[in-house]
């Protein structure tokens, strides 16, 4: 295991990948909105999709999306809902921006422990 190689490291990684995948998840339900007969898809809620990606010890990861059921259908069979998709897409990225943040306030604590070791 590397310096790097941590598991906060591993766990913060597996956290972008399965918030970009949700991105795109949402994105296809938005961009399927008129599309007659399409349903809804989406991960299982974040921890429990997280907790999988740790458990696994797969290094590519990747995360399943599922048909989202007990939505309301339009007469068309489509229940993709814009306001629905608009707030899990504004949550998906605030998950995003705080995996962000933390990963570099780790990079910023491996650089700044590099960086007090080399000046003794």
Do not use: C, K, W
Not at 36 to 41: F, I, L, Q, S, V
Request: no cysteine.
């Amino acid at each position: 295991m590397s310096m790097i190689d941590t598991p906060l490291m591993r766990g913060l990684e597996r956290a972008l990948d399965i918030s970009a995948f949700r991105h795109q998840v949402i994105s296809a339900n938005l961009a399927n909105i008129d599309t007659p007969g399409y349903h809804t898809r989406d991960l299982r809620p974040f921890a429990g999709e997280l907790q999988r990606a740790m458990s696994s010890e797969e290094t590519l990861f990747t995360p399943m999306a599922r048909e989202t059921r007990g939505l309301l259908e339009r007469p068309d069979g489509n229940n993709v809902s814009v306001e629905r998709e608009s707030l899990l897409l504004a949550q998906n990225q605030l998950r995003f921006q705080t995996a962000v943040q933390l990963l570099r306030a780790e990079f910023r604590r491996l650089s700044e422990a590099i960086n007090e070791g080399s000046a003794r």
